[in-house]
């Protein structure tokens, strides 16, 4: 773990003989240096975390708020202390209801028609599982050089458009929406592999796909002539609200921007401007942290992901050079205040739902015996040593969990208070991240312009827009963070993925199959652990693994 150290100097004095006319002129004294403080431990009461030593309760990944389901459905579960107040339990089902269904106003262009679409079982989505399968769960980002919006398609691609005759939604169409006046999809996003090799200190080899991004079929037009793509895969979302009730000034200590203790790693804190209180807050969610809380995240996701409009962004996915798109948003029929597809108590109880979705417990400890596996806790050491926890910063306290910014609610509407959520507040938690910004290096050649056969095209219906980029890098900036930076993902809930979602994989474009694979893909500031893990033997890779996989 970094520590807090203080770097002070002695203040120079000028002496000099009392009532000597000979004695000379005293001198000012020396400005004292700056005071730095190296980021380390917060002062939230807790003891150090020791690398050999797990905590007491560290197999208790969200504290209270952990669940022993360890199957399909480990990432579905509530927070134990609601399950036995049936007010609260009402509003989790009833989020749960929403957050799985379909919404009046869908449109008029989307990716998914239901949350759960794109967070499998409250897991990860998935990358298609091939060129053509459209993106349901994953989509692109798009934006200028600068990280402006595209003129005409946004700050999103979506794949599906409001159509009559498509009851599923109609795809891309080249020129569709321009010649015909419809809402097609926007354009058809998809990747390819490029295989990448290597090998292991010991000798033992290893492959990778390195992922090709291409986009073909765009209907209202070309693309801006500096545009930039960037792939997500929906994130898993359980945890989400222990992660908003961590205290700022605890998540902030392990910031270092300037890299002031020289040990390679210079984690930023961004700040946003939080809607409704319209106050500037630390970030928190987002692969590039863009919103400060889970009621902001989730509607920005219902208008961008869904085209639901809603108190916080009621503007349709419609840039006003989208034509067809607004004539098609001008014939929904909304029933709530405002014109708006989503009420303000349908999103509170999904916002309630987020929140308190629990985290899986730990596997690889004894309860019984109070001991973990040994390969389990020599890959932990080993994760120390390697400075992972340099950026996967294992344990946070939460302070009090702040009420919704909408108000409590209940199964029928709100209840005209506003309370924080004791199940989520004063928890020790394993999330495995520091939530700050890191560059994890790469960049990316400028997009291009092919035919289907690789040959330089110009413009026209067999021109596909191609971006091909080296390391973890989008070359997209985006709000604070550069198009080298991302946030560190949370860790816990790692070794589960694949048990909720077989199809699923990771990073946040779904490059890595395998955990490994994912490690492997580190560079810029992780670039130093990445080395470790390839100096390691086959018996220590192993080892890291398997804690890991108990995560």
């Known amino acids: 773990m970094k520590r807090h150290l203080l770097l002070t100097s002695f203040m120079l004095s000028a002496l000099g003989c009392g009532g000597s006319s000979q004695s000379p002129e005293a001198k000012p004294s020396e400005p004292q240096p700056p005071v730095v403080?190296?980021?380390?431990?917060?002062?939230?009461?807790?003891?150090?975390?020791?690398?050999?030593?797990?905590?007491?309760?560290?197999?208790l990944a969200g504290g209270a708020v952990t669940t022993d389901v360890q199957n399909e459905d480990a990432f579905s579960q509530s927070a134990p202390a609601i399950r036995s107040d049936f007010a609260l339990d009402a509003v989790f089902k009833s989020g749960d209801h929403l957050f799985r269904g379909t919404h009046k106003g869908l449109g008029p262009v989307f990716n998914n028609p239901t949350c759960q679409g794109c967070h499998i079982k409250d897991g990860r989505g998935e990358v298609p599982s091939s060129p053509q399968r459209a993106m349901t769960s994953m989509f692109l980002r798009i934006s200028d050089e600068n990280g402006q919006p595209d003129a005409v398609y946004g700050d999103q691609l979506q794949t599906f458009g409001t159509v009559a005759g498509h009851p599923t939604g109609a795809l891309p169409k080249f020129n569709g929406a321009l010649d015909e006046g419809l809402a097609y999809g926007e354009a058809y996003a998809f990747v390819e592999y490029e295989n990448v090799t290597g090998k292991f200190a010991d000798g033992e080899e290893y492959e990778l796909r390195k992922p090709i991004y291409k986009v073909t079929d765009l209907s209202y037009g070309p693309f801006n002539d500096t545009v930039r793509f960037s792939a997500r895969v929906s994130p898993a979302i359980f945890g989400s609200g222990l992660l908003h009730a961590i205290p700022e000034q605890y998540i902030t200590s392990y910031a270092d921007p300037d890299d002031v203790d020289n040990d390679g790693i210079s984690g930023r804190a961004v700040y946003v401007t939080e809607p409704i209180s319209e106050q500037t807050k630390l970030a928190r969610f987002g692969y590039k942290l863009g919103t400060a809380s889970v009621l902001q995240q989730i509607a920005g996701a219902y208008r961008g992901d869904m085209g639901v409009t809603n108190r916080i962004n009621q503007a349709e996915p419609c840039t006003e050079n989208q034509v067809a798109c607004n004539e098609q948003a001008a014939l929904e029929q909304n029933s709530e205040a405002n014109g708006l597809d989503l009420s303000d108590l349908d999103l509170a109880q999904v916002e309630f739902y987020n929140r308190l979705l629990a985290v899986p417990v730990r596997r690889g400890f004894d309860?019984?015996?109070?001991?973990?596996?040994?390969?389990?806790?020599?890959?932990?050491?080993l994760f120390f040593d390697a400075n992972c926890n340099g950026c996967h910063v294992p344990r946070h306290k939460t302070g009090e969990a702040p009420a919704s910014l909408?108000?409590?609610?209940?199964?029928?509407?709100?209840?005209?208070?506003?309370?924080?959520?004791?199940?989520?507040?004063?928890?020790?938690?394993?999330?495995?991240?520091?939530?700050?910004?890191?560059?994890?290096?790469?960049?990316?050649?400028?997009?291009?312009?092919?035919?289907?056969?690789?040959?330089?095209?110009?413009?026209?219906?067999?021109?596909?827009?191609?971006?091909?980029?080296?390391?973890?890098?989008?070359?997209?900036?985006e709000g604070?963070?550069?198009?080298?930076?991302?946030?560190?993902?949370?860790?816990?809930?790692?070794?589960?993925?694949?048990?909720?979602?077989?199809?699923?994989?990771?990073?946040?474009?779904?490059?890595?199959?395998?955990?490994?694979?994912?490690?492997?893909?580190?560079?810029g500031e992780a670039e130093k652990a990445k080395q470790a893990y390839l100096a390691m033997s086959k018996t220590e890779r192993s080892q890291l693994l398997a804690f890991l996989n108990s995560l």
């Open 37 to 59: 403080t190296l980021p380390g431990q917060p002062n939230d009461g807790l003891a150090p975390l020791s690398s050999s030593t797990p905590d007491t309760n560290e197999h």
């Open 367 to 381: 309860v019984q015996t109070s001991t973990w596996q040994e390969d389990v806790k020599h890959g932990r050491a």
């Open 406 to 477: 909408l108000g409590d609610v209940d199964i029928l509407g709100f209840t005209g208070e506003s309370t924080p959520i004791a199940a989520l507040s004063e928890q020790v938690i394993y999330p495995y991240s520091d939530l700050l910004l890191h560059d994890m290096g790469g960049e990316c050649a400028p997009i291009k312009l092919e035919n289907a056969q690789g040959g330089s095209c110009q413009v026209g219906e067999n021109c596909i827009y191609v971006q091909l980029c080296e390391g973890l890098a989008d070359n997209r900036p």
């Open 480 to 523: 604070e963070a550069s198009g080298t930076e991302w946030r560190t993902t949370p860790l816990w809930g790692l070794g589960l993925v694949q048990q909720v979602n077989a199809r699923a994989t990771y990073l946040h474009d779904g490059r890595a199959r395998t955990i490994s694979e994912a490690i492997l893909w580190h560079g």
